[in-house]
T-cell receptor, first 107, second 117 residues
Framework: DAKTTQPNSMESNEEEPVHLPCNHSTISGTDYIHWYRQLPSQGPEYVIHGLTSNVNNRMASLAIAEDRKSSTLILHRATLRDAAVYYCILGGNQFYFGTGTSLTVIP | EAGVAQSPRYKIIEKRQSVAFWCNPISGHATLYWYQQILGQGPKLLIQFQNNGVVDDSQLPKDRFSAERLKGVDSTLKIQPAKLEDSAVYLC???????????????FGPGTRLTVT
């Protein structure tokens, strides 16, 4: 089932940018790349998604490699409220969360 | 805009008992999802509805789990009889998608934490 590979954990200093990587070498042409995050004791929260082009919204930026086999979620200035598990998901025939990357933000 | 509502928030039952969870999606969202999240794991999709029809229930344990979405709005997920391994958080999500694809974002409810003793 696992179509994406993410580091188990990452750390970042507060107010610094964070780059969360995701590998998805078996992506198909119609798979959307989604990012969700989950804070403790809450349901997952949508962050951003895209198909081929880089995407920006108020929460983050999504950089997609030209061959689409990897992507990077960019949080421009990490805050303590950004500490969460971040999931990279391919939305095609299935929507598989995996175990995500646990982000720790250091004050 | 009101978010996805779920009830109850917590439920404790004994094994072999029955339990039901309710979900009210965001108004106008055609697609509704039920996920199971076991402690320490990511959510796992159990069933996906588009309006009141099932799009994907390939990971739903049909011998004990059932779900319905009458009139294409609210949905109920039932477990009968419950097992110890069903202890998890059950999440409901909805999406504007009308094609069954994952081109739209999903909005999640707070979940129901089920403990089976």
């Amino acid at each position: 089932d696992a179509k994406t590979t993410q580091p188990n954990s990452m750390e970042s200093n507060e107010e610094e940018p964070v780059h969360l990587p995701c590998n998805h070498s078996t992506i198909s042409g119609t798979d959307y790349i989604h990012w969700y995050r989950q804070l403790p004791s809450q349901g997952p929260e949508y962050v951003i998604h895209g198909l081929t082009s880089n995407v920006n919204n108020r929460m983050a930026s999504l950089a997609i490699a030209e061959d689409r086999k990897s992507s990077t979620l960019i949080l421009h200035r990490a805050t303590l409220r950004d500490a969460a598990v971040y999931y990279c998901i391919l939305g095609g025939n299935q929507f598989y969360f995996g175990t995500g990357t646990s982000l720790t933000v250091i004050p | 805009e009101a978010g996805v509502a779920q009830s109850p928030r917590y439920k404790i039952i004994e094994k072999r008992q029955s339990v039901a969870f309710w979900c009210n999606p965001i108004s106008g969202h055609a697609t509704l999802y039920w996920y199971q999240q076991i402690l320490g794991q990511g959510p796992k999709l159990l069933i996906q509805f588009q309006n009141n029809g099932v799009v994907d229930d390939s990971q739903l344990p049909k011998d004990r789990f059932s779900a319905e979405r009458l009139k294409g709005v609210d949905s109920t997920l039932k477990i009968q009889p419950a097992k110890l391994e069903d202890s998890a958080v059950y999440l409901c999500a909805s999406s504007r998608s009308t094609s069954g694809t994952y081109s739209y974002e999903q909005y999640f409810g707070p979940g129901t934490r089920l403990t089976v003793t």
